[in-house]
């Protein structure tokens, strides 16, 4: 079956503004039942300055849902925030950002499509230590990225979902392996009878989001975009290693100038 690729941006919300299909995906992934969900989706646009002194808009994905978790005992009240960023270091730079303005959080949940130095796993937890969401195997809480959580945390490594179905969890998350791109990056091709029957309601919300030409128009402007900010940083990294060989080259000016002006003082 096709659907629409849930990689985008625009699609993830769409996918996640149906309550019922964000109760049944949130839900897999932290481990407890959630049998009410609010949900609050922003895009935060942070200026931050970089080293080149060039103010380019950060812009980071937020989904904020305020759940209600049924518990062995009764209930219990949780704030889950997700978060999903085109690039690494725009994710890294606005965890700092939030550090800073934001204490709100309990539950936190990334979806990254990048790799980074954790281990090549699925979906790890983190809560004071690192584990494999299937197995329970601890790993060194080590790494910027991981140091700076401060609350319990799920991560969804993306690029890690290819080869891995082993749990109803990796079944679900298969809807973002990217190794089920058709022709066009925009729509994957799935296999909705090895998917899950109660939560096959994914799969329909996501094929819905393919049906919709207002949707598909949005995954272009979204690649336009992306290009833009490729390109972009591109710009400024090749800028930052000019600088820096200018200031290697007259660092080695300044060696032989002081090296020509101790001889010159010996000879006098």
């Known amino acids: 079956m096709h659907i629409a690729n849930p990689i985008y941006d625009v699609v993830f919300k769409y996918m996640l503004e149906d309550n019922k299909v964000a109760k049944l995906l949130l839900s897999a992934v932290i481990g407890e039942k959630i049998v009410e969900l609010d949900f609050s989706a922003e895009q935060k646009v942070v200026h931050i300055e970089r080293p080149t002194n060039d103010r380019t808009p950060l812009t980071v ?3 904020d849902f305020a759940a209600k978790v049924k518990t062995k005992t009764g209930f219990k009240t949780i704030t889950i925030e997700l978060q999903k ?19 709100s959080q309990i539950y936190c949940i990334y979806f990254l499509d990048y790799g980074m130095d954790l281990p090549d796993h699925p979906v ?4 004071y230590k690192v584990e494999d969401v299937y197995n329970g195997e601890e790993f060194p809480a080590s790494g910027e990225f991981v ?11 993306i690029r890690q979902l290819k080869a891995n179905r082993r749990t109803n969890l990796e079944k679900i998350l298969s ?3 990217q190794s089920n791109m058709t022709d066009h990056r925009h729509i994957l091709d799935v296999d909705d009878e090895s998917y899950p029957e ?3 309601e994914i799969i329909r ?13 949005e995954m272009e ?3 336009d975009i992306i290009k833009e900010l490729q390109d972009l940083e591109r710009k400024i990294e090749n800028m930052g290693h000019t600088i820096a060989e200018k200031n290697n080259a007259l660092a080695e000016q300044e060696k032989v100038i002081a090296e020509l002006r101790k001889q010159l003082s010996k000879n006098q």
């Open 124 to 127: 790890l937890k983190v809560d």
């Open 221 to 223: 402007l979204e690649d």
């Open 61 to 63: 994905c937020r989904f």
């Open 175 to 177: 809807v973002f392996d």
């Open 198 to 200: 109660e939560y096959r």
């Open 85 to 103: 960023a085109k690039f690494q270091s725009d994710l890294m730079r606005f965890r700092r950002y939030l550090g800073a303005h934001d204490k």
């Open 147 to 157: 140091m700076g959580l401060h609350h319990c945390s799920w991560i969804v490594q």
């Open 205 to 217: 919300r996501l094929r819905k989001a393919m049906e919709d030409p207002k949707k598909r128009r």
